[in-house]
C-alpha cells in the first residue's frame, strides 16, 4: 500500500513539473511572438552595441533554456515508458 503511495505520488509530481514547463514555455513564447515587432525596431534596425548583445543574449538564452528544459522532461517520459 505505502508504494502503490509514492508511486502515485511521483506520477502526479512529474505530472506536474512537466506541466509547468509546457507553461512556462508558451509564457516565453508568447513573450517572444508579441514583441518581435518591438525588437526589429529597436535592435536589429540600430548599429550593434554592448547593450544590443546583452539583449540578444539574454532574449534568446531564456528561449533556448525554455526549449532545452521542454525537450528534458520528454526525453525523460520516452525513458520510463
Known amino acids: 500500500?505505502?508504494?502503490d503511495s509514492q508511486a502515485i505520488q511521483f506520477h502526479l509530481f512529474i505530472y506536474y513539473s512537466v506541466s509547468g514547463t509546457a507553461a512556462a514555455f508558451a509564457l516565453v513564447l508568447y513573450e517572444h511572438i508579441i514583441t518581435v515587432d518591438q525588437e526589429v525596431a529597436c535592435i536589429w534596425?540600430?548599429?550593434f552595441n554592448a547593450a544590443?548583445?546583452?539583449?540578444?543574449?539574454n532574449r534568446y538564452g531564456v528561449l533556448a533554456e525554455a526549449v532545452i528544459n521542454l525537450l528534458q522532461y520528454f526525453q525523460a517520459e520516452s525513458f520510463q515508458a
Request: zero cysteines; charged letters at 35%; hydrophobic letters at 60%.
Open 52 to 57: 544590443s548583445v546583452l539583449f540578444i543574449v
Open 1 to 3: 500500500m505505502a508504494d
Open 45 to 47: 534596425r540600430r548599429k
